[in-house]
């Protein structure tokens, strides 16, 4: 008895300095209501605290607001150089208490000028003079900035404003705000520098850009920040770096921190956690096949199967030559087949197998419909099989 006492002892010991499954770095502690930390280029997170739960958006809000404006000179609806006029509606900004580009009904300020004053200056008042040039009134933009988030499938957001003031069913979630700053650095990169500039001055007015990380962090290139009572201080940071993979983007979103200083030095500690915490691997060039599948009743007996962009993963730092891959494809894949049709996974894990990444695989090239014998042929052999 006692021998085998001493056995299951010895075994209980072993199992506790040998987890079955190693535990994925864990984030810092973050002095935020809400956080969420994303690598870009794989498109994973990395960290997150409530990051669905809604919130005050305050001047956060102006990330929407600048994405549709940036859609409507993209749509030639507008022009940098085009001048806009000010209404009373924009000019009456200055009672509400916000930020201002101090513009006034005298003034006819280009779109350019307004743009750099809605984001560099966070101003209310650029920000309604904006919005009422693209959507005819504040009510009609308004609209446009929540079906834009529906069509995004953004489940926690709702817009009753333009400019962030604090408003009764005006929200979003710091997964959505992430979701909306990723879209204008993916669809909008030539707009995208607006937000890495640290002062602007109009009317002889200079205002500097209230987002200190970009005079700390020589990475840091944007983007937002925010404040009203109801929402604390807010930051959304973006920094890019070059690595062996490429350049690597990381986005971290603060909301909810006590001061001006707590919002950088949080979002600071998340990102330099991610920078060394994690490594980003190209697994697979852009277009490049992962996988020859089988096909029935097609021209063709197989499909290749990969992503039309390059496929990235973000790993634990040192994982990167210990991932396990594996396949799982909707089979039977049956003719015809389109490009870019999804048809599987293709899920990445740790050598103790924490799932890192799960990466939509699908058509690179269409498969047609085989003729009439064979399509009954392979119809007979899937019954039999």
Same mark, same amino acid.
């Given at each position: 008895m006692r021998r085998f006492l001493l056995l299951l002892a010895a075994l209980l010991s072993l199992a506790a300095v040998v987890p079955a499954h190693a535990q994925l770095p864990q984030p810092p502690e973050i002095a935020a209501r809400q956080y969420i930390l994303i690598d870009l280029g794989s498109n994973q997170v990395l960290?997150?605290?409530?990051a669905d739960a809604q919130a005050d %958006? $305050?001047?956060?809000?102006?990330?929407?607001?600048?994405?549709?404006?940036?859609?409507?000179?993209?749509?030639?609806k507008l022009t940098l150089e085009q001048t806009l006029p000010v209404s009373l509606r924009a000019w009456q900004e200055r009672k509400g208490g916000g930020s201002l580009m101090f513009i006034d009904t005298t003034m006819t300020p280009k779109v350019d000028e307004l743009l750099k004053g809605m984001i560099v200056q966070s101003g209310n008042d650029a920000s309604v003079a904006l919005a009422e040039a693209v959507g005819g009134t504040l009510e009609n933009f308004v609209a446009m900035m929540n079906r834009q988030a529906q069509a995004w499938g953004l489940k926690n957001t709702q817009f009753k404003n333009v400019t962030g003031l604090s408003e009764p069913g005006h929200y979003v979630s710091a997964r959505d705000v992430a979701t909306i700053a990723g879209k204008i650095i993916t669809d909008h990169p030539t707009f995208y520098p607006l937000y890495s500039l640290r002062q602007y001055s109009?009317?002889?007015?200079?205002?500097?850009?209230?987002?200190?990380?970009?005079?700390?962090? %020589?990475?840091?290139?944007?983007?937002?920040?925010?404040?009203?009572?109801?929402?604390?201080?807010?930051?959304?940071? &973006? $920094?890019?770096?070059?690595? %062996?993979?490429?350049?690597?983007?990381?986005?971290?979103?603060?909301?909810?921190?006590? &001061?001006?200083?707590?919002?950088?030095?949080? &979002?600071?500690?998340?990102?330099?956690?991610?920078?060394?915490?994690?490594?980003?691997?190209?697994?697979?060039?852009?277009?490049?096949e992962v996988q020859l599948a089988p096909v029935w009743k097609g021209k063709s007996a197989t499909a290749r199967l990969g992503a039309p962009g390059a496929i990235y993963v973000t790993v634990p730092k040192g994982e990167g030559d210990k991932l396990k891959t594996t396949i799982e494809r909707n089979d039977p894949l049956v003719a015809p087949l389109a490009a870019g049709q999804r048809v599987g996974t293709l899920k990445v894990a740790t050598a103790a197998g924490s799932t890192v990444a799960e990466v939509p695989l699908t058509v690179l090239e269409p498969v047609e419909l085989a003729g009439i014998f064979g399509r009954a042929w392979d119809a007979i052999r899937l019954w039999i099989k």
């Open positions: 960290a997150a605290r409530d %958006p $305050a001047s956060l809000t102006k990330l929407m607001t600048a994405y549709l404006v940036f859609n409507a000179i993209r749509d030639k109009y009317n002889n007015i200079r205002q500097d850009n209230r987002n200190m990380l970009l005079g700390r962090d %020589p990475t840091v290139d944007g983007m937002k920040t925010g404040y009203t009572e109801a929402a604390g201080y807010c930051l959304v940071a &973006s $920094a890019a770096r070059d690595t %062996p993979a490429g350049k690597r983007r990381l986005l971290s979103v603060v909301m909810g921190t006590a &001061s001006r200083e707590a919002r950088a030095a949080e &979002s600071q500690k998340l990102l330099n956690w991610g920078w060394q915490a994690w490594d980003t691997l190209r697994l697979f060039e852009a277009g490049k």
